[in-house]
């Protein structure tokens, strides 16, 4: 920087200038930082709470997700149980048909008429089994 | 002592409503507007300012079948001012806001105001944005405000409606003051913001203000009315310390603080140039000599040294001629290298000795002699971080009257509307309160100017007065333009404009945020667009 008219500066005056720019860069540079490191925080915090924001998008689906899930196992938990409930009456029905036959069996043994029949064919069996024997 | 105890619950928000004559049209769908609230927490006082119908009198009567509704009648018409003040001594709210009989509020209208009270507990004034209606209660137009403007309030009533106020503040003000009929509103403002710990723009509109035949009926004499706003100026101005007179401006009510300071500092222009020649009123001309003779022959200001920073490029004859104008008030320092806006202006600044320094651009020509008295009036304040003046295009269209930052850029508020078009609401002829200033001419404290390092040398060309702005108002400083300090820029003359990457990064680096949204206008641009195409005719 030279003078090139008018009140010429003073030597100490161009190295205060020259200082003084020093200065003013120093003191721009700190302020551009600090906002430079603003709009970075103000960004990363944006970020986070976009994030956070997902986040808690995502724990809505994923509960949304449990619920839906528990509610199936429960459908089918009962399901299940009434299949189960459905095969024990089966079961006890069956053993009931098979209950009731025997008692048939038993109680038509016990008859006159199984007696008779037995003693009429007493004859016819005893000479099968000699047959068979002779065979 | 015995009996029930009976709990007082305190409302949110009191409504004051003056009534004088309402036509039962308005007042019924003012009602219904107030009832219609979804936040229920609010009082409504009417008084009937002896009206003298007893029509109004039965559906006042009817009104205050709901226990929210308070209604008390003056014996005889005395006035908005004694009926506003009956209507706040029957006020029992926390808030206090003031309607007009024959306007409606939005139903979300408390709700949205104990919302922002909640966000900013510290509010003690609030103000909405609002839209105006015609007796149909068709819509007319917006006005989106700006955020809390102090100088602009000194040029302007600007708050309008919906105005609510902290009822502890306007007791410690004194209320609503006798002797200012048709202003009272303006004066309460004045008094009560001088207060405020905080002042909150609520930016919605909250609030329909009906136009019609009838709705001046409590301004039986204008005149009258400018001249309480006058005197409720003048007082502010005595109670905060400015030395200066008022003056209405326009006839809507627009004033103009003429700031008489007890001293008048060196004013250091500091003149970055390189010695350009262009056409002004078709002669060809040194643009630095120009700008810097008619400064000399122009301006009234009592001391003033002038700073050039001139490339290698300037004619030895132009500073010779410069020398003869200016004699030993002048400084000449040349710069070595590329042109450099920012590092010359800072070599300028710090060569320089004013108080107060003004950037500016070689390729301007100055309009009003007292320009230096009026951004010093401004400059001298210590709230104050910076001044801009109004600058016009060759063809006396406006090129600068402020920055406007919004959308991830920064431009030049309506650049190339008509020099006298008043602006939506009048802005443009009230000095107000900006987001920036364009270097081509700004004044500033040179404290400030070393407070916030001068311009940056990032931005050697373009954005330094947008970055310089930003770090300004950073600091906690207003920046303010006036209208009053008119100057010709003949922009482009001295050099081409051409941006950088790396200049815009800089600046969408260190600001991205606060070029988003401006603060200080709001105004719909096709709107504008609009009133300049119908101004021009």
């Known amino acids: 920087m030279t003078p090139a008219g008018g009140r010429?500066?003073?030597?100490?005056?161009?190295?205060s200038v020259a200082e003084g720019m020093r200065r003013l860069a120093l003191v721009d540079e700190?302020?551009?930082?600090?906002?430079?490191?603003?709009?970075?925080?103000?960004?990363?915090?944006?970020?986070i709470a976009q994030t956070a924001a997902e986040m808690d998008r995502l724990r809505r689906v994923v509960a949304a997700l449990e619920l839906e899930l528990a509610d199936a196992r429960t459908r089918i938990q009962a399901a299940e149980s009434a299949e189960g409930v459905q095969r024990e009456r089966a079961e006890r029905a069956e053993q009931a048909v098979l209950t009731r036959s025997d008692e048939l069996v038993a109680e038509f043994r016990s008859s006159s008429t199984w007696r008779i029949g037995r003693s009429v064919t007493a004859p016819v069996r005893a000479a099968r089994r000699l047959l068979r024997r002779a065979r | 002592m015995t009996g029930a105890v009976t709990t007082i619950t305190q409302p949110f928000l009191t409504l004051l409503v003056p009534a004088y004559r309402t036509p039962l049209l308005y007042l019924a769908a003012m009602l219904d507007s107030v009832r219609q609230q979804t936040d229920r927490d609010w009082q409504l006082v009417v008084v009937d300012d002896g009206s003298d119908d007893p029509a109004l009198t039965a559906a006042l009567a009817e009104a205050a079948a709901d226990p929210r509704v308070v209604v008390h009648a003056l014996p005889a018409n005395r006035g908005i001012v004694a009926a506003t003040r009956a209507a706040l001594d029957?006020?029992?709210?926390?808030?206090?806001?003031?309607?007009?009989?024959?306007?409606?509020l939005d139903a979300g209208a408390v709700a949205a105001v104990r919302a922002a009270v909640a966000a900013a507990p510290d509010t003690d004034v609030l103000y909405t944005d609002e839209a105006q209606i015609d007796a149909d209660g068709e819509p007319r137009g917006q006005f989106r405000k700006p955020d809390f403007s102090p100088e602009r309030l000194r040029g302007q009533m600007y708050l309008g409606h919906l105005v609510v106020y902290r009822r502890s503040l306007?007791?410690?003000v004194g209320g609503i003051r006798d002797g200012f009929d048709g202003s009272q509103d303006y004066d309460l403002a004045l008094r009560a913001t001088e207060r405020a710990r905080r002042v909150t723009h609520l930016p919605t509109v909250l609030y329909q203000w009906r136009i019609h035949g009838a709705s001046v009926s409590h301004r039986r004499d204008n005149d009258a009315v400018f001249a309480s706003a006058r005197r409720a100026l003048s007082d502010h101005l005595d109670r905060v310390g400015i030395r200066g007179t008022v003056e209405q401006v326009h006839p809507v009510g627009v004033y103009r603080i003429h700031r008489r300071p007890d001293r008048y500092p060196l004013v250091s222009l500091v003149v970055p140039t390189r010695g350009s020649r262009g056409f002004v009123g078709g002669a060809d001309r040194a643009m630095v000599l120009h700008a810097l003779s008619g400064v000399a022959s122009a301006s009234t200001y009592p001391a003033i040294e002038v700073v050039v920073v001139a490339d290698r490029s300037t004619p030895a004859a132009t500073v010779a001629a410069l020398l003869d104008i200016?004699?030993?008030?002048?400084?000449v320092l040349t710069h070595d290298g590329p042109f450099n806006f920012s590092a010359q202006v800072?070599?300028?600044?710090?060569?320089?000795?004013?108080?107060?320094?003004?950037l500016l651009n070689d390729d301007i020509e100055v309009v009003t002699g007292d320009w230096l008295e009026t951004m010093a009036g401004l400059a001298l304040e210590s709230d104050i971080g910076m001044?801009?003046?109004?600058?016009?295009?060759?063809?006396?269209?406006?090129?600068?009257?402020g920055h406007l930052y919004e959308r991830n850029d920064a431009s030049h508020l309506v650049a190339g509307a008509p020099a006298d078009w008043p602006g939506p609401q009048a802005d443009l002829l009230v000095e107000r309160e900006v987001s920036g200033v364009t270097a081509a001419c700004a004044m500033l404290r040179r404290e400030v100017f070393d407070e916030v390092g001068g311009l940056s040398p990032e931005l050697p060309i373009n954005f330094n007065d947008v970055d310089i702005s930003m770090k300004i108002t950073q600091a906690g400083y207003r920046i303010v333009v006036t209208p009053h300090a008119v100057l010709y820029h003949f922009e482009s003359k001295s050099r081409a404009r051409v941006v950088t990457a790396s200049e815009v990064n800089v600046l969408r680096r260190r600001w991205n945020r606060r070029l988003q949204v401006d603060p200080y206008w709001r105004h719909d641009p096709d709107a504008v667009r609009a009133e300049i195409a119908r101004f021009r005719g």
Request: charged share 25%; glycine share 10%; hydrophobic share 45%.
């Open chain 2, 90 to 104: 029957l006020a029992t709210g926390v808030f206090v806001g003031l309607l007009d009989h024959d306007d409606l």
């Open chain 2, 326 to 331: 200016w004699g030993d008030r002048l400084r």
């Open chain 2, 387 to 401: 001044v801009g003046a109004k600058l016009l295009y060759a063809d006396d269209t406006v090129q600068h009257l």
């Open chain 1, 8 to 15: 010429p500066p003073s030597p100490a005056a161009e190295l």
């Open chain 2, 170 to 172: 306007l007791d410690a």
């Open chain 1, 30 to 47: 700190l302020i551009g930082t600090r906002s430079e490191l603003a709009e970075v925080r103000v960004g990363f915090e944006h970020s």
């Open chain 2, 346 to 358: 800072n070599r300028g600044v710090l060569a320089s000795t004013g108080e107060l320094v003004v």
